[in-house]
């Protein structure tokens, strides 16, 4: 297959742009000779069996004229019906390997389009809903697949069959092969010109369904809090809203779908008046016999099939004319951030910020001139105000997102030194919301890498010391979540998280806490594996809990964006007048507050932790 990179998005509908869509065939198509050469002999010698049987219909014709014995008749009909049942055979086989080019073709096209999508930084996700991203790798493709099943041979094997029609009846009255040659000729232009007035109508509709299809993602991810704040007649409404915007655009690019299949009728029942006066005509002077006329109108339907066939294939090229340049766009995106070739050592891994500076937009920034030093095998706590900046540190870290200046370092080198590969084997992190997949405790621990084996992965939950927790699922590892693992809960979402991590055996480690929320049993769990899983590696630990930071060796505390305390745990602790230290006696007033009246908990001057 070649490297579809090389390929530009087309700006505009123009015949160029058809060419573009061409090469687009022609890349995912190269890797399929042996298919496409089956398809071309099946197409065109079904073609070429197709120009004979008009030839003994009309000796058959000419035949009975001339009183022809019934042995001759018989020979001519035994004759005509083995062509005619040879003809369906080629055309079965034409289907079936046409369906498997296009399914083979279309998921090359659907891998590298997620490939392309999951290359994107984090950044890009969040501009784009996944129901549109959804609708770009599967939708946009989809419209493709009739376009790369058949679209060039039998276009190829459309041009052959009119060409021999127009040449055999050349060869049988030259006036009528060039008057049919210049009927045919004048329809065909005319259906390519009306092919090109729906691509942009097609092209905005592909685009109205991504959004249409990101929407109604959206919506259904947010059902339940939709549904208990009474916002789902909203929703039903905004839906009402997209559909009514989508139909007219849809009803255009169909109506002008339909034009092309008026336009191919028209040229059909023209044709047929065509051929069926100048035989009339021919037939009458005595210039030919009632064969031929039969030959002649015959041969007149046989370019309506490849008209019709052009028609359909047209239609499919409207289609595909408008997903190609979506396709395309995004084969071509690329990563706002570039990678080097470095690998990351072995072992626990050193991080630095160097006055970093960095804002999710160019006029905001969350953080300027930070700087923060963790040796390898340290472990740092960071708590801090909502939004004062914690998760986009450890963003950061991940480089999930590239700072706008400064320099991050890991291993003492710069970070954007590392290849891509290298840093998501080397960097893991464990999130507050788990994602867990319709699969079993063994695949969504493994995330399906067959390198991964049963052995590992019960060593994993049990140097996690949750191995008992694992025996208590009747089936082990066979056992089957639901989608977003109904199943478990979120503690114990965290707890497989856990062990995802273990087994990638990272240097540096971001753990977002979990929610406060857990019961005594679940917390003791997530406690121990998170002692096991920091040993001997490098830890970040977004603190909502103070009793995870008995853990950690330090402690960095954050206020919008800056860093406002940092140090020796113990040291912090020790200091009434730190900032830790206040944070420490706030909790312990909190669960002293909950525990006696169930109040509110009670505000930190210098700031809360969730």
């Known amino acids: 297959m070649q490297d579809p990179e090389a390929l530009e998005p087309p700006a505009r509908v123009t015949p160029g742009s058809a060419r573009r869509t061409v090469r687009l065939l022609a890349a995912y198509l190269s890797g399929r000779k042996a298919l496409v050469a089956g398809l071309g002999f099946a197409i065109l010698t079904s073609n070429g069996l197709r120009l004979v049987n008009p030839l003994i219909l009309r000796s058959f014709i000419d035949a009975i004229v001339g009183g022809a014995t019934g042995s001759q008749l018989y020979r001519h009909a035994g004759l005509f019906m083995a062509l005619a049942l040879a003809v ?15 399914w083979k073709a279309t998921n090359d096209l659907r891998l590298d389009i997620m490939r392309s999508c999951m290359a994107m930084d984090l950044g890009y996700h969040k501009e784009h809903l996944p129901g549109e991203l959804i609708e770009r790798v599967d939708g946009d493709a989809k419209t493709l697949m009739s376009f790369f099943s058949d679209f060039a041979i039998r276009l190829v094997g459309s041009v052959a069959l009119m060409a021999g029609v127009l040449v055999t009846l050349f060869l049988e009255e030259a006036r009528v092969g060039v008057a049919i040659g210049a009927f045919a000729a004048v329809a065909a232009l005319f259906l390519f010109k009306v092919a090109f007035l729906a691509v942009p109508v097609w092209k905005v509709n592909r685009a109205k369904a991504a959004e249409f299809y990101g929407f109604v993602g959206e919506r259904l991810a947010a059902r339940e809090d939709l549904k208990s704040l009474g916002a789902a007649r909203y929703a039903s409404m905004r839906l009402r809203g997209m559909l009514g915007e989508w139909y007219p655009l849809r009803l255009k690019a169909n109506l002008l779908g339909y034009s092309m ?21 021919l037939w009458r002077a005595g210039t030919i016999s009632l064969g031929t006329v039969y030959l002649i109108y015959s041969y007149a339907e046989l370019i309506r099939q490849p008209l019709d066939q052009l028609r359909e294939q047209l239609e499919d090229l409207q289609k595909a004319l408008a997903g190609t340049s979506r396709t395309m766009e995004m084969l071509n995106q690329r990563p706002g951030m570039s990678y080097g070739p470095a690998d990351l050592p072995a072992g626990a891994l050193g991080l630095s910020f160097r006055g970093v500076s960095f804002g999710y937009e160019a006029v905001t920034r969350i953080f300027e001139d930070f700087n923060l030093d963790l040796e390898p095998g340290s472990s740092l706590g960071v708590l801090g105000r909502t939004g004062c900046g914690k998760t986009t540190l450890g963003r950061l870290a991940l480089r999930l997102y590239d700072r706008n200046a400064g320099l991050v370092e890991l291993a003492g080198r710069p970070i954007d030194e590392y290849s891509a590969e290298a840093l998501r084997r080397g960097l893991a992190v464990v999130t507050q919301d788990v994602e867990l997949f319709s699969a079993t405790l063994r695949d969504n621990a493994r995330l399906w890498d067959p390198a991964i084996g049963d052995e590992a992965i019960l060593t994993a939950f049990d140097e996690l010391g949750l191995g008992e927790w694992l025996a208590g699922f009747p089936l082990g590892l066979d056992q089957r979540l639901g989608a977003g693992g109904v199943g478990l809960s979120a503690g114990q979402a965290q707890l497989l998280a856990m062990v995802r991590v273990f087994l990638r055996n990272p240097g540096l480690i971001i753990l977002d806490e979990a929610s406060s929320r857990l019961d005594p049993a679940t917390e003791a769990l997530i406690d121990g594996a998170v002692i096991k899983l920091l040993r001997g590696r490098t830890a970040m630990i977004i603190a909502h809990r103070l009793s995870t930071l008995d853990r950690v060796d330090r402690v960095l505390v954050m206020e919008d964006g800056k860093a406002v305390e940092y140090g020796d745990r113990t040291r912090l602790a020790a200091d009434p007048k730190s900032r830790f230290s206040g944070f420490l006696r706030a909790g312990r007033l909190d669960k002293d507050e909950e525990r006696l009246a169930g109040e509110e908990r009670l505000a930190v001057p210098e700031g809360d932790i969730v």
């Open 88 to 102: 369906q055979a080629l055309a079965v086989v034409a289907a079936w390997l046409g369906q498997d080019l296009g």
């Open 261 to 281: 299949w008026t336009s191919s009728e028209l040229a059909a029942g023209l044709g047929t008046v065509l051929s069926l006066g100048l035989g009339a005509a």
